[in-house]
């Protein structure tokens, strides 16, 4: 995994504070930096799209789908769905 987007807020401080001018670094050479581990896991976004006609250019994942790759998440832990309204 790689820290890319020239338009992300951490990449821009992070590059501008360790004066790398833009060099290409590893998400793990980051992590040994500043000091950290990467943590393994998903990122999962979930938002309402107003405009019935727009479409996305990533492929949709419904909520069924989340436990079936083992992304649920609670507070930083893997956990399903049922688990979660158990609580």
């Known amino acids: 995994m790689t820290l890319q987007a020239k338009s992300n807020v951490m990449y821009k401080i992070l590059q501008k504070d360790l004066g790398l001018n833009g060099a290409y670094k590893s998400m793990e050479w980051y992590a040994e ?7 393994e896991g998903f990122q999962l976004r979930y938002i309402y799209i107003l405009d019935p006609n727009f479409r996305l250019a990533v492929p949709e994942i419904p909520f069924s789908k989340i436990d079936e790759i083992g992304a649920g998440m609670y507070k930083g832990e893997h956990i399903t769905i049922g688990e979660r309204k158990k609580h």
């Open 33 to 39: 930096k500043l000091g950290t581990k990467v943590v």
